[in-house]
């Protein structure tokens, strides 16, 4: 079994997150699984109980999903 990863990166300059994903680590859902796990442990880890995580994703997802080209979403 080989070790996969994900690089994420700021562009602080073009408001985006850039991610660099290893070569054996091609499947979408993987990466949406290890994306999702590292988020829910890093909540986890900084004492977000489910409410405020439920909370914060309320808040935030139309960042990424709008349609007018301001999505962070569409540029990763």
């Known amino acids: 079994?080989?070790?996969k990863s994900i690089k994420i990166n700021t562009d602080y300059e073009n408001h985006a997150i850039n991610m660099e994903f290893s070569d054996n680590l091609k499947d979408n859902r993987e990466r949406g699984y290890i994306l999702s796990a590292a988020f829910f442990s890093f909540?986890?880890?900084q004492g977000l109980d489910?409410?405020?995580v439920i909370e914060m994703v309320?808040?935030?997802y139309g960042q990424f999903t709008s349609s007018d080209?301001?999505?962070l979403?569409?540029?990763l």
């Open 50 to 52: 489910k409410q405020e």
């Open 69 to 71: 080209g301001s999505s």
């Open 58 to 60: 309320n808040s935030n």
């Open 43 to 45: 909540a986890a880890a």
């Open 1 to 3: 079994m080989e070790n």
């Open 73 to 75: 979403f569409k540029r």
